[in-house]
């Protein structure tokens, strides 16, 4: 079972790190971080870099394929290599994916015209702008596309894809494997749950959002 995870300038480490410490566990998975070009690939803090192993032009089908949010995503929209790939790949997948506003890539690629779909909150207007009905939940399954919220929802979305792939047994087992039991210190991880100050302190930047 084939796992492609794209990596572009700019991304957000745990949206394709989160997926990968799940994904990666399932029996028989192969992952494989692709770029336009091999070689290491910043994350938008810039202080980390994942490397590509494969190019785009090297991956003509994947079995999952889980598309990263970030910063450099807005740009990357109307990149008409990017664009095209993933247009290409959806038909040959089993599960199209995508974690915080990756969704706004496959929004795009025509992946999300007419189905219901979540990403980072900031986001949620532009997602609307791309076909797709915004929804704020923290996963959101459509027929084989599954779209999680921002950053931290790609370890639940891996995890429910865990579970379609292999059964709630191995699910759990690499849940309990990676000790994910959430328990924040404080209970504003949501939009709708956090204090209106908060959402304007970081909407100002005073907080650099991984979107």
Known sequence: ???????????????????YEVLSRLPGAEVVFAAAEKGPVRTDVGSLAITADATFDEIESADVLTVPGGPGTRHLMTDPQLIAWVKQIHPTTTWTTSVCTGSLLLGAAGVLD???????????????????????????????VITAAGVSAGIDMALTLAARIAGDVVAQAIQLGIEYDPQPPFDCGAKSKADPAIVEFLRAGVTDAAT
């Open 1 to 19: 079972m084939r796992i492609v995870i794209p990596l572009f300038d700019r991304f957000t480490a745990l949206d394709a790190v989160g997926p």
């Open 114 to 144: 007419g189905l219901k779909a979540t990403t980072h909150w900031s986001a949620d207007e532009l997602l609307n702008s791309l076909g797709a009905t915004y929804v704020e939940e923290r996963v959101v399954i459509e027929g084989k």
